[in-house]
């Protein structure tokens, strides 16, 4: 099993930054990619971004020139940090992380069922 949790949530202003933290333990794996993904109420778990193993990193559409996903491979930890947010990113963040990802299924890192473990998740509101 592993274990995910998020960090580094809270009330921003818009314009302003927050940075995310995510951090594995149990047994954590090198073939891996680790997303984010947010969630406001009523609405379906939507993808932010990712990193592989090997450090690409995808984004989605919502958030690119905005955030960026790093990761610590030695802390199995993966940061994201988020600048100009604006009241719309306001969600719970999650955490999530996919065992293995083969090349064919490089799609698979957009998709919150393709991912086999979960945070618990962490709020971020945007105030206008």
């Known amino acids: 099993q592993v274990q995910l949790v998020e960090s580094g949530g809270g009330l921003v202003q818009a314009g302003g930054s927050l940075r995310l933290s995510c951090t594995a333990s149990?047994?954590?794996?090198?073939?891996?990619?680790m997303g984010w993904f947010r969630q406001a109420p009523g609405t379906e778990r939507e993808f932010v971004a990712a990193?592989?193993?090997?450090?690409?990193?995808y984004y989605g559409d919502s958030v690119k020139g905005r955030f960026t996903i790093s990761g610590d491979n030695a802390n199995n930890t993966v940061y994201l940090q988020m600048s100009s947010l604006k009241p719309e990113d306001t969600a719970a963040y999650f955490c999530?992380?996919?065992?293995?990802?083969?090349?064919?299924?490089?799609?698979?890192?957009?998709?919150?069922?393709?991912?086999?473990?979960w945070g618990q998740g962490t709020q971020v509101t945007v105030s206008s």
């Open positions: 999530a992380a996919r065992k293995r990802l083969a090349p064919r299924e490089i799609s698979y890192i957009y998709f919150a069922g393709k991912y086999d473990y």
């Open positions: 149990g047994r954590t794996f090198s073939s891996n990619v």
């Open positions: 990193i592989s193993w090997s450090g690409r990193t």
